[in-house]
């Protein structure tokens, strides 16, 4: 007995390919310390590490030791800014601090070395 195999016809008509720009400014979310590099403090100066951000409307920020030491200050943030003070700076604030913001489901980390040194 014979089989009877379908066949299939394909008409291509051709292909149209849409290309389409649409204006739109997408900011790239990004995070910066100030000062800019590590930071050589004296004993009994004040110090602030401010953290920000840059193309995000509303991040969140936390701080931390990288040695997980208490942070020897609070943390004050404000807008697409968190500082954190140290006032007066001692020895106990001799570290390696790092700061996280959050966007959106994105996390960006920057860290700042603090030496101290006395007068």
């Known amino acids: 007995m014979g089989r009877i195999i379908p066949s299939v016809t394909v008409l291509l008509l051709g292909f149209v390919t849409f290309c389409i720009f649409l204006p739109f ?3 790239t979310f990004e ?3 100030t000062p800019d590099y590590n930071v050589a403090a004296q004993i009994g100066d004040k110090l602030e590490l401010t953290c920000s ?3 995000c ?3 969140s920020f936390s701080w931390r030791s990288q040695l997980d030491k208490p942070l ?3 943390v ?3 807008g697409n ?3 954190l003070p140290m006032d007066p ?3 106990g604030n001799e570290n390696d601090y790092l700061c996280s913001a959050f966007c959106d489901n994105v996390k960006k980390d920057k860290s700042i070395m603090v030496d101290v040194y006395c007068k």
Request: glycine share 16%.
């Open 25 to 27: 400014s997408a900011k």
């Open 31 to 33: 995070i910066e310390i």
């Open 53 to 55: 951000t840059i193309g």
């Open 57 to 59: 409307e509303s991040p």
């Open 72 to 74: 020897g200050g609070s």
């Open 76 to 78: 004050n943030s404000n």
């Open 81 to 83: 800014s968190s500082i």
């Open 89 to 91: 700076v001692g020895f």
